[in-house]
Every structure is written in C-alpha cells, then in structure tokens.
C-alpha cells in the first residue's frame, strides 16, 4: 500500500495525495527519534508532503520537526515541506501587543526564513499565506514572494482561508500561478462548496488542501453531529471500510476539484487508515447522504 502522487497545480509541485499535518506535534510530546520514526512510518506508507506553519505550537513545531530531521538529514530530500506565515504572536514586557495577521512584505519574508533556519534546509517546496490580513497590500505580499522565489528559498506559493476574490486579488499581481488554496472541508465545514472557493480551484485546475477534515475532533464528539456518524457508519458499511474517518477523506477526495486531506492525528494506526481512504469507491448516493447529513 503507498499513497499516489499528484501534481498540486500544472506547473507543479507533485504532493503525495494525503498530507501529514504537524500543528500538534508538540502535544504528542515525541522525544527528537521518536518523531523520526514516526516520520520514516509515514514516508513507508508515501505520505512524503508535511504541513507546517512558522506558528503552529507558539513557533516550536518547526524547530521540533528539525530536530527529528537533523538526526538524518538525507530524509530531507525525501519530503515536500509547506510552511503558512501569517500571524504575528503578541509580544511582553512594557508594550506588548495582541497577536495579529500580518501580510508586511518584511514579516513574510522573516517567517519564512525562519521555517528553514527550524527545518535546516535550503529551501521550502510551498510557501502559503495563512488568512487574508484586512490589511494586505497585494503588491507588498507580491514583493516578497518574488524575493524569495528569487533568491531560491522557495519554489511555490499558495494561500490559505482565502475567498475567490482575495485569491484573484493576490494572484492579478503575479506573474507566476499561485498553486493552492488550504481551507476547511469536510462534511462539517462545506463552505467552499458553496462560496465558489472549490469552484475557483477546478477552474484554475488547482489542488487545494483540506484542513480540519475530521472537524477538530467535534465529529466524534459532538451530539449534535450523532446522525452525520450514522450516516458515515452505514457507508462505512456498504464500502467495506474500517472507520469512518476513512469514509470522510474518502468523501472529500471525490471532490472533482481534488483535494489533498491533511491527517492531523499523531497516531500510526490512524495514519495507516486514512492511506487506505484512496481505495473506497463512494457512488454519487452515497457521496450525498454524506453532504446531506452533514448539512
């Protein structure tokens, strides 16, 4: 069983189909080489594309996921590493200053050096800018792609959470094709099917990437969501799956605009699982009983 590969847009990169996500690794409080295996694991299964972002765990995750790396630098070149800037941590001390987004040219341009300092690499194969700052100046946030596109620290660009507008916006003041759009789908958060968000991406024959497929854990939780598990169990069922997470990234990858699922779960057994999501046949019905229940 391995994980196929796609090309994320037509001028590339090429992901594996599903992404590993790496937002709480620092809760699975893995010493330095046991996150290695744990990575080594997940690359056996081909899920070679980590998601990171210069944020995630008040800035630790990244220098935590390098310290794995370092441990076998060579895994480097076996993985494609996408990092999110964006938000700006509140400061201390006499002026401290509430946690914000940030498109600044300057801040982009440190967040993402700061990503290769933490991963100890050359540079990143995707760069997202995570949330649509209300104050983006486009050609600002177009000024520092092209300085580190340039300068070879990274070699594609996307977004993340933004509309169909915000993405025209940044991508009128590109010369060169903004690769994806990272948002929320599953059948909890269907908001893309409806904004014209999936649209835009088929249109533009764009993989985007799905986060919070599993809605955060509140799939499971929840009783409010008790008839969308039922749903999920009896197709589960019908398709011969072993859970029902399965059939979810099943049901988003059936999606025709393609999406890549990010698996948040630091759990090998689960990882494992999702792999074998590609495999379920969803028939249009069921694809629907899905939507409909999660509606």
Same mark, same amino acid.
């Given at each position: ?7 994320? +847009? ?17 809760? =699975? ?28 765990? #008040? ?8 310290? &794995?790396?370092?441990? @076998?630098?060579?895994?480097?070149? @076996?993985?494609?590493? %996408? ?6 941590? !509140?400061? +201390? ?5 509430? $946690? ?5 040219? &300057?801040?982009? /341009? ?39 596109? @340039? ?6 660009? !996307?977004? +993340?959470?933004?509309?169909?507008? *915000?993405?025209?916006?940044? *991508? ?6 903004? %690769? ?8 909890? #958060?269907?908001?893309?099917? /409806? ?15 799905? =986060? ?8 499971? @939780?929840?009783? $409010? ?9 009896? %197709?589960?069922?019908?398709?011969? &799956?072993?859970? /029902? ?5 099943? =049901? ?23 792999? *074998? $999501? ?18």
């Amino acid at each position: 069983m391995s994980v196929t590969r796609i090309l994320v +847009s037509p001028e590339g990169p090429q992901f594996s189909r599903l992404v590993m996500g790496y937002q709480r690794l620092l809760e =699975w409080q893995l010493s330095p080489r046991e996150l290695l295996g744990f990575i080594e694991q997940h690359l056996e299964l081909g899920i070679t594309t980590v998601d990171h972002a210069d944020s995630y765990g #008040h800035h630790g995750c990244e220098a935590a996921f390098g310290q &794995a790396l370092a441990l @076998k630098p060579g895994l480097r070149e @076996k993985l494609q590493i %996408v990092s999110q800037c964006s938000m700006v941590s !509140g400061g +201390s001390g006499l002026a401290p200053q509430a $946690a914000h987004d940030s498109s600044d040219k &300057a801040h982009i /341009i440190a967040s993402a050096e700061h990503s290769l300092r933490h991963f100890n690499t050359d540079h990143l194969d995707l760069l997202l800018l995570n949330h649509s700052d209300y104050l983006m100046n486009a050609d600002e946030v177009a000024k520092a792609f092209n300085n580190l596109k @340039k300068s070879g620290k990274v070699r594609h660009f !996307g977004v +993340s959470n933004f509309t169909p507008r *915000q993405f025209e916006l940044l *991508q009128s003041r590109l010369e060169y094709p903004l %690769v994806t759009n990272q948002i929320a789908i599953s059948p909890l #958060h269907q908001h893309g099917l /409806i904004d014209g968000t999936l649209d835009l991406c088929q249109q533009r024959h764009i993989r985007p990437m799905a =986060w919070s497929c599993l809605g955060g854990g509140a799939l499971f @939780k929840a009783s $409010a969501h008790q008839a969308l598990r039922d749903e999920l169990a009896q %197709v589960a069922l019908e398709v011969d &799956a072993t859970s /029902i997470e399965q059939v979810v990234y099943a =049901w988003i990858m059936k999606l025709p605009s393609q999406p890549l699922p990010i698996i948040g779960s630091g759990k090998i057994a689960r990882i494992k699982q999702a792999a *074998q $999501a590609e495999d379920l046949p969803l028939t249009r019905q069921q694809w629907y009983r899905i939507q409909r229940a999660g509606m």
